[in-house]
């Protein structure tokens, strides 16, 4: 399965501190792309990082990828109340002919004022 | 426009109803995606269409039938649902279709209910 696995399932942390979440992989991937969501909403897509990258920035975002671990993190800084949701990992595989975004089963993030 | 708008918002329907969801975009993306989402569980992956031609059919119940009429368009009919299919179907779209590495719009999805 390519489903991803992060880690952990929920994390509750203070307004200004940082958050970190896990996701881990089962096989070989083009990309990986991490999504938010709010409550029963759509996804919002985060930030996409390649096979061949290691680290991506994108605001407060900063994504890591380690392809030998099969895993990457995403490090919220100076998280905000408004940072309160759902975060997702997805991979896209890197065998077969079709193409797949394949989701990890989320961590919840509550950011408490 | 850099939306995907999906219609309508909340649907309510008794197993014998037929019904549709619709989901439409103006980005000019080639490939189109349903998920279904239940309570407290990622998207899983329903249909693919790329140049609204059906690419995958991740072995979706044939009581849903998707259909793409155009670049713009693409809508998921509903028939003789059971109530385990009640979820949050979200349909998305994508610049490429392949290994371009591309993020996904995501619609704000149907909130379904099978009674």
């Known amino acids: 399965s390519q489903q991803g696995e992060e880690d952990p399932q929920a994390l509750s942390i203070q307004e200004g501190e940082n958050a970190t979440m896990n996701c881990s992989y089962k096989?070989?991937?083009?990309?990986l792309q991490w999504y938010r969501q709010n409550s029963g909403r759509g996804l919002v897509h985060l930030i996409l990082?390649?096979?061949?990258?290691r680290e991506k920035h994108s605001g407060r975002l900063r994504v890591t990828l380690d392809t030998s671990k099969k895993s990457s993190s995403l490090l919220i800084t100076a998280s905000r109340a408004a940072d309160t949701a759902s975060y997702f990992c997805?991979?896209?595989?890197?065998?077969?002919?079709?193409?797949?975004?394949?989701f990890g089963k989320g961590t919840l993030l509550t950011v408490n004022p | 426009d850099t939306e995907v708008t999906q219609t309508p918002k909340h649907l309510v329907m008794g197993m014998t109803n037929k019904k549709s969801l619709k989901c439409e975009q103006h980005?000019?993306?080639?490939?189109m995606y349903w998920y279904k989402q239940k309570a407290k569980k990622p998207p899983e992956l329903m249909f693919v269409?790329?140049?609204?031609?059906?690419?995958i059919n991740e072995s979706v119940p044939s009581r849903f039938s998707p259909e793409c009429p155009n670049s713009s368009l693409l809508n998921l009919h509903l028939h003789a649902l059971q109530p385990e299919d009640s979820a949050l179907y979200l349909c998305?779209?994508?610049?490429?279709f392949g290994f371009g590495g591309y993020g996904y719009t995501f619609g704000s999805g149907t909130r379904l209910t099978v009674v």
């Open positions: 998305a779209s994508s610049q490429g």
């Open positions: 096989t070989s991937i083009n990309n």
């Open positions: 990082i390649r096979s061949n990258e």
């Open positions: 997805a991979n896209v595989n890197s065998g077969g002919s079709n193409y797949k975004l394949t």
């Open positions: 980005m000019g993306h080639r490939a």
């Open positions: 269409y790329s140049y609204e031609k059906l690419s």
